[in-house]
Nanobody
Framework: QVQLVESGGGLVQAGGSLRLSCAVS????????MSWYRQAPGKQRELVAA???????DYADSVKGRFTIYRNSARNTVYLQMNSLKPEDTAVYYC???????WGQGTLVTVSA
Protein backbone atom coordinates (compact mmCIF):
# COMPACT_ATOMS: atom_id res chain seq x y z
CA GLN A 1 0.00 0.00 0.00
CA VAL A 2 1.41 3.36 -1.05
CA GLN A 3 1.21 6.16 1.52
CA LEU A 4 2.35 9.77 1.30
CA VAL A 5 2.57 11.93 4.42
CA GLU A 6 3.34 15.64 4.08
CA SER A 7 4.72 17.90 6.76
CA GLY A 8 6.41 21.27 7.11
CA GLY A 9 3.63 23.70 6.33
CA GLY A 10 2.94 26.75 8.44
CA LEU A 11 2.73 30.51 8.58
CA VAL A 12 5.59 32.57 7.18
CA GLN A 13 6.09 36.20 6.22
CA ALA A 14 6.55 37.21 2.61
CA GLY A 15 10.16 36.73 1.58
CA GLY A 16 10.62 33.84 3.97
CA SER A 17 11.30 30.17 3.39
CA LEU A 18 9.75 26.83 4.21
CA ARG A 19 10.68 23.26 3.45
CA LEU A 20 7.93 20.72 2.88
CA SER A 21 8.58 17.01 3.33
CA CYS A 22 6.72 14.04 1.89
CA ALA A 23 7.48 10.74 3.57
CA VAL A 24 6.82 7.95 1.09
CA SER A 25 6.09 4.32 1.88
CA UNK A 26 5.22 1.41 -0.36
CA UNK A 27 7.28 2.47 -3.38
CA UNK A 28 10.89 3.38 -4.12
CA UNK A 29 11.56 6.96 -5.16
CA UNK A 30 14.32 5.85 -7.51
CA UNK A 31 11.69 4.02 -9.57
CA UNK A 32 8.84 6.50 -9.40
CA UNK A 33 8.11 10.07 -10.39
CA MET A 34 6.76 12.34 -7.68
CA SER A 35 5.05 15.70 -7.76
CA TRP A 36 3.99 18.58 -5.56
CA TYR A 37 0.66 20.25 -6.27
CA ARG A 38 -1.12 23.10 -4.54
CA GLN A 39 -4.65 24.36 -4.24
CA ALA A 40 -5.43 27.90 -3.18
CA PRO A 41 -8.88 28.87 -1.84
CA GLY A 42 -11.37 29.09 -4.70
CA LYS A 43 -8.86 27.89 -7.28
CA GLN A 44 -8.13 24.65 -9.07
CA ARG A 45 -5.33 22.39 -7.96
CA GLU A 46 -2.16 23.11 -9.94
CA LEU A 47 1.16 21.40 -10.50
CA VAL A 48 4.03 23.13 -8.69
CA ALA A 49 7.01 20.84 -9.24
CA ALA A 50 7.85 17.33 -10.35
CA UNK A 51 10.81 14.99 -10.23
CA UNK A 52 11.20 11.94 -12.46
CA UNK A 53 12.52 8.57 -11.42
CA UNK A 54 15.77 9.60 -13.09
CA UNK A 55 15.98 12.80 -11.08
CA UNK A 56 14.97 15.31 -13.74
CA UNK A 57 12.90 18.20 -12.43
CA ASP A 58 10.28 20.56 -13.79
CA TYR A 59 8.53 23.58 -12.30
CA ALA A 60 5.54 25.81 -12.83
CA ASP A 61 6.59 29.16 -14.26
CA SER A 62 5.27 30.91 -11.15
CA VAL A 63 7.79 29.17 -8.87
CA LYS A 64 10.85 28.76 -11.11
CA GLY A 65 13.95 30.11 -9.42
CA ARG A 66 12.26 30.12 -6.00
CA PHE A 67 11.25 26.50 -5.35
CA THR A 68 13.36 23.36 -5.54
CA ILE A 69 12.11 19.77 -5.55
CA TYR A 70 14.55 17.07 -4.50
CA ARG A 71 14.57 13.68 -2.88
CA ASN A 72 16.52 11.61 -0.40
CA SER A 73 16.29 8.02 -1.56
CA ALA A 74 17.79 6.66 1.66
CA ARG A 75 15.00 8.33 3.63
CA ASN A 76 12.45 7.72 0.85
CA THR A 77 11.37 11.32 1.24
CA VAL A 78 10.63 14.04 -1.29
CA TYR A 79 11.15 17.68 -0.38
CA LEU A 80 9.99 21.03 -1.67
CA GLN A 81 12.27 23.88 -0.64
CA MET A 82 10.37 27.15 -1.00
CA ASN A 83 12.26 30.44 -0.90
CA SER A 84 11.23 34.05 -1.46
CA LEU A 85 7.66 33.16 -0.62
CA LYS A 86 4.86 35.43 -1.74
CA PRO A 87 1.30 35.81 -0.45
CA GLU A 88 0.08 34.21 -3.68
CA ASP A 89 1.91 31.02 -2.68
CA THR A 90 -0.67 30.53 0.07
CA ALA A 91 -2.33 27.17 -0.52
CA VAL A 92 -2.67 23.60 0.65
CA TYR A 93 0.29 21.71 -0.78
CA TYR A 94 -0.06 18.07 -1.76
CA CYS A 95 2.49 15.41 -2.53
CA UNK A 96 1.43 13.00 -5.25
CA UNK A 97 2.41 9.88 -7.13
CA UNK A 98 0.21 10.76 -10.09
CA UNK A 99 0.81 7.62 -12.12
CA UNK A 100 -0.45 5.61 -9.14
CA UNK A 101 -3.29 8.08 -8.38
CA UNK A 102 -2.05 8.42 -4.81
CA TRP A 103 -2.16 11.72 -2.90
CA GLY A 104 -1.10 12.85 0.51
CA GLN A 105 -3.41 14.59 2.93
CA GLY A 106 -1.95 18.03 2.26
CA THR A 107 -0.18 20.63 4.35
CA LEU A 108 -1.23 24.27 4.61
CA VAL A 109 1.20 27.03 3.73
CA THR A 110 0.16 30.58 4.59
CA VAL A 111 2.29 33.53 3.51
CA SER A 112 1.48 36.84 5.11
CA ALA A 113 2.16 40.16 3.41
Amino acid sequence: QVQLVESGGGLVQAGGSLRLSCAVSGIRLSANAMSWYRQAPGKQRELVAAITSGGNTDYADSVKGRFTIYRNSARNTVYLQMNSLKPEDTAVYYCAAIHLQVWGQGTLVTVSA
